[in-house]
């Protein structure tokens, strides 16, 4: 069970929009079309912004969008904002009522 | 909507044993899987394992068999993360979370567990 593969990085002005790719194995992502996507501040619990690959919990903006095609699932946020500044995880179910993370993405808003 | 709340920060020598707790509230505890997630210092967020209350079946990340043991009180609405013998390794951010509708839905605060000689 290996974390999934997320890019280290990725930036954006204010206004932009950012993508964030998941890729996995035939053993997660593409298997099961359950991933999660989660914002983490410095300092604060995570939370989550994404569930079953594109739905999105109450309260959470509609500029965040998720998507998966294969075993590589993607969250996407439209007319950056400042706020938005933070690590992003991913995480899928993994068969046997086990999950596994993402290596975590830095977002930065220039 | 539910809340975890998590016992305080704990510093610990190499070789102690270690116990931390995660309380739920505000929801019906013993029908909702709680997770455990690590973060280490710098380091990314790492799925440990799982208990479902109401039968205290559990799942751990070959990662972490062996190296934690979780387990739960239903009567009191707390789970728990216990180590039999600390390591310098072990020095990291420890949340709870509840597993619920396709998501980790609701986070503990965060538990830091420092493991120093």
């Known amino acids: 069970q290996s974390a999934l593969t997320q890019p280290r990085s990725v930036s954006g002005s204010p206004g932009q929009s950012v993508t964030i790719s998941c890729t996995g194995t035939s053993s997660d992502v593409s298997d099961y079309n359950s991933v999660s996507w989660y914002q983490h501040h410095p300092g604060k619990a995570p939370k989550v912004m994404i569930y079953d690959v594109s739905k999105r919990p109450s309260g959470v903006p509609d500029r965040f969008s998720g998507s998966q095609s294969g075993n590589t699932a993607s969250l996407t946020i439209s007319g950056l904002q400042a706020e938005d500044e933070a690590d992003y995880y991913c995480?899928?179910?993994?068969?046997?009522?086990?999950?596994?993370f993402g290596g975590g993405t830095i977002l930065t808003v220039l | 909507e539910g809340r975890l709340v998590q016992s305080g920060a704990e510093v610990k020598k190499p070789g102690e044993s270690l116990n931390i707790s995660c309380k739920g509230s505000e929801y019906s505890f013993a029908n909702q899987w709680i997770a455990w997630v690590r973060q280490m210092p710098g380091k990314g967020l790492e799925w440990m394992g799982i208990?479902?209350?109401?039968?205290?079946?559990?799942r751990y990340s070959p990662s972490f068999q062996g190296q934690v043991t979780i387990s739960v009180d239903k009567s009191i609405s707390s789970a728990y993360l216990q180590w039999s013998s600390l390591k310098a390794s072990d020095t990291a951010m420890y949340y709870c979370a509840r597993q619920a509708r396709g998501s980790l839905d609701i986070w503990g605060q965060g538990t830091m567990v420092t493991v120093s000689s």
């Open positions: 208990i479902y209350p109401g039968d205290s079946d559990t």
């Open positions: 995480c899928s179910y993994a068969g046997s009522y086990t999950w596994v």
